[in-house]
């Protein structure tokens, strides 16, 4: 029976565990999980490392979870221990991996796809699948490709005929699942292709863990649980399997329940909790089961998500996953590896600059009245003669340090005495483009949020503080400029670490996160069109001394030089609350 209606709960079974689970333990820690949270799926592993479980184990434990109407698939890890003889002293070991260009290496895992298949109809890969080997092998192998053109072509074959061949050939009703994991702007370093191998194999699966991000090389906003996902989701409708989180360097629960959160609001088929003894008397599980079925409820019905298109090309790297912290400036990011034509809204990284005809796109969007944002990022990096065909703006080469702000369109628009943020310098010419927001200190300022008209489009340019993290420290008004070019059906909020997560159905989902500050904040919601009350639909507590209903105040203002008029409601968000309801 089904513990969730929008997703499954899954689970994963390392293969040292798998090893040596017995009956007595499988029932009780099983136990445990169905109390608190419930489980629909497992992914038994069948080898990992110096670990190769044998048949007969595998079965106990499928014949066991099977016995609870549990869905069994397999799973298996490509690291490994040191194989006798098999030349391994040539390399330099990293995490494990497989050298690919070691026949020795390359027999093992063709075996152990074999083995796996010939037992499971379903088998998902965990995310060590790449390559980092620079072993004199490889290095001759290569030749004069680069690494990445090389680790492309190396995994595409291993792929074809090591792993899903194989596997096929033993069992052709498998489905076989690659898992990518949670570092996207490093895939093409390390043989990661997304754009074949979702096509090779049956299904992808993906890394939501976030972490602590202070302490992580990835750069992991908390917003790449939910935006990875859509990433992914568009790179291969359909067929993004689910989302995986584990506890490590989670060291509150909210940390370890954003994770999951963000990737069931991600429309995620399944929900991966990695791994099995991790979970087990974690003061995390209880709560979990929980809240999610909280977020079932809201999710019912809903739809999938829309969002504003963020351009992140296949194998692309550059502003380190900085769509993300948009995402969580209460900007509704969807991110794509396929650029939206025609009109509509689009969000430009550096990343963008991976495809070698995006200019060429982008006057078209403007020519058919679209809008278009640029980051800081992508006009330091992009071909200057080019881009003098959009727009006159230019980087300086300068860091500006901003401790005052301006909203220019507010004849009371002004922020002083805000914490200082170093900013790089975006100059361009007065009259032919226009600041929406400026920033400064001293008696100098500079734009920070510019649009240039072209054709009938509006290209906007956002410079982003040198410390990306800086974005929390810009006053919450300052950002509206970006919000109301960035808004979906004419709603955006204002507020600090938060995000805004809106469906087909005319949902929109709340959730502030739980940073500092930590404590009740008040948020406004604002509506370009009409609006007459916002209808809450979770039980959500008394809200400014109402339950349920929350009315609207029109205002009058200005943007983009023009009179504007607008609709505003206040909440009040606790840290760690998602709440879910529709503009009426």
């Known amino acids: 029976m089904a513990q969730y209606h929008n997703f499954k709960m899954v689970t994963y079974i390392p293969a040292a565990i798998t090893a040596r689970g017995t009956k007595e333990q499988i029932e009780s820690d099983l136990a445990f999980l169905e109390k608190y949270v419930g489980l629909d799926k497992v992914y038994l592993e069948t080898y990992r490392g110096d670990t190769w479980v044998s048949r007969d184990q595998v079965m106990l434990w499928k014949a066991l979870l099977e016995q609870h109407g549990i869905e069994v698939s397999g799973g298996f890890t490509t690291v490994t221990d040191d194989i006798p003889g098999n030349g391994d002293e040539k390399r330099q070991r990293l995490f494990g991996t497989y050298c690919y260009s070691n026949e020795t290496m390359r027999e093992k895992i063709r075996k152990v796809s074999e083995f796996t298949a010939s037992i499971f109809d379903e088998v998902i890969l965990d995310d060590y699948y790449f390559t980092n080997c620079t072993c004199e092998d490889c290095i001759r192998r290569k030749g004069s490709r680069t690494w990445k053109e090389f680790r492309r072509d190396l995994m595409v074959d291993v792929s074809k005929n090591l792993i899903v061949g194989p596997a096929k050939s033993v069992n052709p009703k498998v489905k076989m699942v690659v898992k990518f994991p949670n570092w996207r702007e490093s895939f093409a370093y390390t043989g990661y292709r997304p754009e074949e191998e979702k096509d090779i194999f049956d299904a992808i699966y993906t890394g939501t863990e976030t972490r602590m991000q202070a302490y992580q090389d990835q750069h992991l906003p908390e917003y790449l649980s939910y935006s990875l996902m859509r990433w992914m989701e568009n790179a291969a409708p359909g067929r993004n399997g689910g989302g995986w989180l584990d506890t490590y360097q989670c060291w509150s629960t909210d940390r370890y329940l954003e994770q999951a959160y963000l990737t069931a609001l991600s429309g995620a088929r399944e929900i991966m909790l990695f791994q099995w003894k991790d979970l087990i008397d974690n003061k995390f599980v209880a709560p979990l089961g929980i809240q999610l079925h909280k977020l079932d409820a809201i999710l019912s019905g809903a739809g999938k998500p829309v969002g504003i298109p963020a351009y992140i090309p296949y194998n692309s790297s550059g502003e380190n996953h900085l769509e993300m912290r948009l995402g969580m400036l209460g900007i509704p990011v969807e991110a794509t590896p396929q650029f939206p034509f025609g009109k509509g809204k689009v969000l430009l990284t550096e990343s963008s600059l991976e495809d070698p005809e995006i200019l060429g796109k982008i006057k078209d969007k403007l020519l058919t009245g679209g809008d278009v944002v640029v980051t800081s990022g992508f006009v330091q990096k992009v071909p200057a003669k080019a881009w003098e065909e959009l727009s006159e703006l230019r980087y300086t080469g300068r860091k500006i340090t901003v401790d005052r702000y301006w909203v220019t369109d507010d004849p009371a628009g002004y922020i002083d005495g805000a914490e200082p943020v170093l900013f790089p310098d975006l100059q361009h010419g007065n009259n032919a483009s226009w ?150």
């Open 435 to 584: 600041a929406l927001l400026d920033g400064g200190s001293g008696d100098y300022h500079t734009g920070l949020f510019l649009k240039s008209p072209y054709g009938p489009g509006r290209l906007f340019t956002l410079s982003v503080p040198e410390n990306p993290s800086d974005l929390d420290r810009i006053p919450e008004s300052a950002l509206d400029p970006l919000r109301r070019v960035m808004n979906v059906d004419g709603v955006f909020v204002t507020g600090r670490n938060l995000s805004l997560f809106q469906y087909e159905d005319g949902t929109f989902v709340l959730y502030r996160y739980v940073k500092d500050p930590i404590h009740d904040v008040r948020v406004t919601v604002h509506s370009l069109k009409p609006a007459e009350h916002i209808e809450l639909l979770t039980p959500a507590g008394w809200i400014n001394g109402r339950d349920g209903v929350l009315s609207f105040r029109k205002v009058q203002g200005a943007f983009d030089l023009q009179p504007q008029e607008e609709w505003e409601a206040d909440l009040v968000l606790t840290p760690g609350q998602f709440l879910a309801f529709r503009v009426k």
